[in-house]
């Protein structure tokens, strides 16, 4: 098997190494990788027909906004789970939410994340945070995935919350 040096930020560099037991940088790189190139690679064999090309585009990069948000996401539910969360807290988010919950909701209002239940998180300023950040890299509007959003806090919440109760049991 081939070998490649890669080179990150050093915060990125940082934020690895605390969670290094439980990240397969090959397997994530290699999958990022194989991404890019089939979609560059797809890019090519429409080259000849402007309008399909333009279509692909398109929903690439709808697909590239969504998992960006859902990444965002994630590791916002990852850090809150880490330095805020309550047991109490966790608890909720694992027995109470689901992906229906999410999916079937038409605004980020229809969860039940309120002060009494949930004091360490809100959860609607840290994803204007992010809005406000895209916006000012774009210039103006941007598309808000925002359900992605939550499903990543969600899961990256959920994830650790399951692997962490394991250990406390």
Known sequence: MARLNLTIPDALYERLERLRDRVNV???CAAALTKELDMLEGSTVIAGDAKVQRLVQRFLRERESRERWYQ?????GEEWAIER?????????????DEDEIREADELDDFDIDDDDF?????????NRWIREERQAAGGSVDVEWKEYVRGWYHGARDLWRAARQTLR
């Not at 965002?72 to 916002?76: K, M, T, W």
């Not at 969360?85 to 109470?96: G, I, K, N, Q, T």
Request: charged residues 45%; negative net charge.
């Open 72 to 76: 965002r996401g994630r590791h916002d």
């Open 85 to 97: 969360a309550s047991l109490e807290e966790l608890e909720r988010v694992h027995d109470d939410w």
């Open 119 to 127: 004091p360490t998180v809100d959860l609607k300023e840290t994803l």
């Open 26 to 28: 090959s397997k994530i």
